[in-house]
């Protein structure tokens, strides 16, 4: 049986390279998760906006179909145009109540009053 003369470093003691690896390794991976962090949240901004804005131009449309003449006729014509925004996940109507459901937000409706015009 042979026997190794050379000295072997204790696999505790770290050597200078793999300090130096730790030391770039370290802040790096700190940089790329808060890019992801900041980008995450950048999109959840980003979708936040655009369902304000969508809203704005729906609740126009809706608001201008419920003092018609013909609320529950508006609220069909509406219909397509509505499911239409990126932002809607699905848009219906019962009649006297307009409901729209927003991806990643909740549902909205818009009904027409008691004695208004609905046939």
Not at 36 to 50: I, K, M, N, P, Y
Not at 57 to 65: E, Y
Not at 78 to 96: E, F, H, K, N
Request: proline letters at 6%; glycine letters at 4%.
């Amino acid at each position: 049986m042979r026997r190794s003369m050379r000295a072997a470093r204790p696999p505790h003691e770290p050597s200078k390279i793999t300090d130096r690896a730790r030391d770039i390794v370290a802040p790096l991976n700190t940089l790329l998760l808060s890019l992801a962090l900041l980008a995450g949240c950048a999109h959840e901004e980003s979708q936040t906006s655009a369902i304000h804005r969508d809203h704005e131009a729906i609740s126009r449309l809706l608001d201008a179909a419920l003092l018609s003449d013909n609320p529950r006729r508006e609220f069909q014509n509406a219909l397509p145009r509505v499911r239409a925004y990126a932002t809607v996940d699905s848009a219906w109507t019962d009649g006297t109540t307009f409901f729209v459901l927003y991806k990643e937000g909740g549902i909205v409706s818009w009904t027409a009053p008691a004695g208004q015009n609905v046939h």
